[in-house]
């Protein structure tokens, strides 16, 4: 399994429903910091997204935690 697999499971189990983009390889924290997170849509129907995240428990070090128990 990647580290992107990793990524996205972790994310799914510890906030399911969570909508985001990946626009590099989340391998470390530089590339946990690059993910654009869904945080609404605009009036034409296009999400808005932000490189910080709207959820407080998808923190790095929860997320890190999470993808690590997957060896």
Known sequence: ???T???IKAVKILKQGT???LVSPVDDESGYNKVLWNIGVDDNGSAIQSTTCPH?????TAVKTE???YD
């Open 67 to 69: 993808m690590d128990s």
């Open 56 to 60: 407080s428990e998808l923190t790095w």
């Open 1 to 3: 399994m990647t580290n």
């Open 19 to 21: 909508e985001f983009s």
């Open 5 to 7: 697999d990793k990524f």
